[in-house]
């Protein structure tokens, strides 16, 4: 992709502004009423449709209502009820380890720090985060998924690989109040235009600024991302 924008807290404020003008009513697309089951959602999630997470959420939020409930569970049931999301195997021992935790070391109730969030068997950052800002009102991170790290890295706002280090760089160029709004803007673009391939930049907002864009031939031929 092309080398990041020259500077990349003005990028990434303008890339907000048009995003909230393009998609002004986003959110989160889990369907979830309760903090664990918001924490059972997110889990679930990881590299798998949120369209699928719920489908499979509808029945397993009925079966098992509390976190003592995922924590006794039979290993293969609960993998069974999960077999259509992906890697459902490991994230029936997550649940059902960080359930665990939450009656043993919280009184079953999930926890609202980052460090205890972490601390938790399958709960990296971005669940917590995810967590922390729709479960518990509290922002004090950006939710990194696979929309953030493409978009930042096409739209130059950065170059880091890891989500760790591009959250950190998101931290410093983003206004607090933008760092929960920013993912949902990235990931309903990512959703309806900036796709994995062959990401629509003919009728994208973003594009007369975007210096990974198709219609860029400088790009192309400078050895910008592939689109194939």
């Not at 999630?45 to 003592?68: G, H, I, K, P």
């Not at 591009?166 to 309903?188: A, K, N, R, Y």
């Amino acid at each position: 992709m092309g080398t990041p924008h020259d500077d990349p807290g003005t990028q990434a404020i303008t890339v907000t502004e048009r995003l909230h003008e393009e998609y002004p009513d986003t959110t989160i697309s889990l369907e979830f009423s309760t903090r664990l089951e918001l924490l059972i959602a997110v889990i679930l999630s990881a590299q798998c449709t949120d369209q699928r997470v719920n489908s499979v959420t509808a029945d397993l939020f009925e079966t098992y209502q509390d976190a003592e409930a995922y924590a006794t569970a039979d290993q293969d049931e609960l993998a069974e009820a999960l077999n259509s999301v992906t890697y459902y195997n490991n994230k029936a021992d997550y649940i059902r380890s960080a359930c665990g935790q939450i009656v043993e070391e919280h009184d079953g109730e999930v926890p609202d720090t980052m460090a205890d969030l972490t601390d938790l068997k399958g709960v990296g950052r971005k669940t917590a985060n995810v967590v922390l800002q729709h479960g518990h009102n509290v922002v004090e991170g950006v939710v990194v998924d696979t929309h953030v790290q493409r978009l930042t890295r096409r739209l130059g706002i950065t170059d880091q690989q890891r989500p760790e280090a591009i959250e950190q760089e998101l931290m410093d160029v983003l206004p607090e109040g933008e760092w929960q709004e920013f993912t949902h803007l990235c990931i309903s673009h990512g959703r309806a235009v900036c796709t994995a391939r062959n990401p629509d930049c003919g009728d994208c907002v973003l594009e007369a600024i975007c210096p990974s864009s198709k219609l860029d031939s400088d790009v192309d031929l400078a050895g910008g991302e592939s689109w194939a």
